[in-house]
């Protein structure tokens, strides 16, 4: 009887354990990572690094005709340099800026949530200015997929945390 009781509560502890979600909270400053984007029919690869006070910078490794431009997000303003020509947002440009500053939109807007556990990812899914958003992270809180409404998908690769630099 004594065998059958301990069986018991075993397989009780399992499944109440099992019932359980994991939360993680994503990492969202001093990380790099490279972000394979489609866009539409378009791919792009980037560069990404978020640091520690939050400058995200993107820098675009292909195509090789827009390779080398560089989009910097910090204290609340964007800038996009290529060839040592920076240039801003303007109402011409807008488009130019469009797919970094959705991308960096996220990063931003995911600062201090909780992801919940799906199978062993993390998602976390939002809004922004109407977009809808799904982001997904491995159990260290490093960026894995991101899907948004208007057919943007992005996948990660290389996610590591930034050393620190005295």
Avoid: W
Avoid at 47 to 73: A, H, Q, R, Y
């Amino acid at each position: 009887m004594r065998k059958i009781l301990t069986i018991i509560c075993v397989v009780l502890l399992f499944c109440l354990c099992g019932c359980s979600s994991k939360e993680i909270t994503p990492l969202t400053n001093n990380i790099s990572f490279t972000a394979h984007i489609s866009y539409y029919n378009e791919s792009y690869e980037t560069n990404v690094s978020i640091d520690k006070d939050g400058v995200f910078t993107m820098e675009i490794t292909d195509p090789d005709i827009l390779k080398g431009i560089k989009f910097i997000f910090a204290d609340g303003s964007v800038k996009a340099n290529y060839n040592g020509i920076e240039y801003a947002p303007n109402e011409n440009n807008t488009q130019f800026f469009g797919v970094a500053d959705k991308i960096h939109s996220v990063f931003d807007s995911i600062k201090g949530v909780t992801a919940k556990e799906d199978d062993g990812i993390y998602v976390f899914e939002g809004e922004i200015n109407g977009d809808e958003f799904e982001i997904e992270f491995g159990g260290a809180g490093l960026p894995l997929n991101l899907k948004m409404d208007d057919n943007i998908s992005v996948r990660f690769s290389d996610a590591k945390i930034l050393k620190h630099t005295a």
